[in-house]
């Protein structure tokens, strides 16, 4: 979103038209974003053989589906549904790594019957894979580096106490199983967590993954996860791709030449993909003076985007309907939601109006895929700008 003739736009569309069209609460989508975000990573890495996964937990929309396919970028899931999803937005099976955390073995045997890879993250469930297919099905396996990194403890998954995949100090039972069933191991996954700013942490925690590496010599994909952090606030570090990109290569490159072939490197964001590209609009029903502070409440609240309650999340807040106000106001903007419910406390807006739109940035990620029926309201409308049109 940017200003153009004194007016918030994408893609040359002013915001506010797309608001009174479609109504709020609505989450809109800028697909130019998210295949400038695509290009930037594939960018970072130029020697690689370098797959791109979407992790659709991130966001579901069908049609942000099929853009990501349009532009060769293939998917993982977590869950059956996901699986449908993918498979409904045109994906093969083959094009589909599923990567849960300790589900059933009746949802794994359901992936690999249309084609996708499975990440296996416990080893209860490696033995079982190794009864049922033997070799007969390549499958890769999570393993847990013991790192600790993420932008808080709720979204690490690689820390010593995580439940996510199987202890590398557990290596040697991973391989006692694999060669009893002769299971055909073709990758080796792991994940560290959610909004990584540090290059480092990454580079830590897929040293461990290239070192376990060399136990499997016919190993073809090495899938680092995703976890790269995009800026929700001016001024917060991100993580800096080129950096990243420039020393995990290196390190990668060295294990090709080790192992004697060369290997595929595969990532799975979802933030780093299309959190930019969404906002969250919504409208100022009341401006509530209070002694201490003035409240703007909206319409729309936890229910819609959970991120600010369940993670502290900073979301940007701009008043579309006021861009180039000459005063500003220090708000508490909180939700309709029938319990404590802010997006934002002490911020300082462009002086708001009952009526006036305002636009929750960042939002793009697990924005609509967290939403909810609470209060029995129904989630916002979502809406793609595509080629010059919404
Ligand atoms: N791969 C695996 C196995 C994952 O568990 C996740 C996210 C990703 C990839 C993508 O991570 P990303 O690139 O989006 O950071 N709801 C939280 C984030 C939870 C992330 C869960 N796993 C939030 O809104 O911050």
Known sequence: MQINNHQYQIQNIPVLEIAQQFGTPLYVYDADKIVEKINQL??????????????????TNISILKLMRQNGVEIDVVSPQEL???????????????????????????????????????????????????????CMIRIKPNVAAGGNAKIMTAHEGSKFGIDIRQREEILTIVNQYGINVVGLHQHTGSDIKEADAFVRAADVIFDFAQSFPNLQIIDLGGGFKVAYKKGDHITNMPELGAQLSEAFLNLSKKLGHELQLWFEPGKFLVSEAGLLLVQANVVKPAPSRTFVGVNSGLNHLIRPMMYDAYHHIVNVSNPEAEKTGVYDVVGYICETDTFAKDREINEVHEGDVLALLNAGAYGFTMSSHYNSRFRPAEVLVYQGKA
């Open 84 to 138: 449908q999803l993918a498979l409904h937005a045109g994906y093969e099976g083959s094009q589909v790594t599923f990567t849960p955390s300790g589900v059933s073995f009746d949802e794994i045997e359901a992936a690999v019957a249309v084609g996708s890879m499975i990440n296996l993250d416990n080893l209860i469930v490696l033995e079982k894979f190794g009864q049922r297919y033997g070799g007969n099905v390549p």
């Open 42 to 59: 594939r960018g970072a890495f130029p020697q690689i053989n370098l797959k791109i996964k979407f992790a659709c937990k991130a966001l």
